[in-house]
Nanobody, 121 residues
Framework: VQLQASGGGLVQAGGSLRLSCAAS????????VAWFRQAPGKERNLVAA????????YYADAMKGRFTISRDNAKNTVYLQMDSLKPDDTAVYYC???????????????WGQGTLVTVSS
């Protein structure tokens, strides 16, 4: 499966952005999808994940209540709605896919190219 992330940009603290991850190549509903992020000089971390049929979601503690992950299998797209953004949210955001038979927090081997989110103070 090929993934294309988009929607990043520059936003002021307190603002919102919606990221999109468009998939192609294979049956999208066979995959869990997650968003990761990597800030300059830091390791890549899991931000949020959603199961192949959207019956479960996961959020890292720092994102709970501010970020919402969702998917539209008919459009082969996963979204990450980011509200109340903070300067610490500045990072490159990547979407990734894991086969639906995996634990949906693991096995992410298909990656998109990343989209940069910059939050100014």
């Amino acid at each position: 499966v090929q993934l294309q992330a988009s929607g990043g940009g520059l936003v002021q603290a307190g603002g919102s952005l919606r990221l999109s991850c468009a998939a192609s190549g294979r049956t999208f509903s066979n995959y869990h999808v997650a968003w990761f992020r990597q800030a300059p000089g830091k390791e890549r971390n899991l931000v949020a994940a959603i199961t192949w049929n959207a019956d479960s979601t996961y959020y890292a503690d720092a994102m709970k209540g501010r970020f919402t992950i969702s998917r539209d299998n008919a459009k082969n797209t996963v979204y990450l709605q980011m509200d109340s953004l903070k300067p610490d949210d500045t990072a490159v955001y990547y979407c990734a896919a894991s086969n639906k038979y995996n634990n949906f927090l693991r096995g992410y081997i298909y990656w998109g190219q990343g989209t940069l989110v910059t939050v100014s103070s």
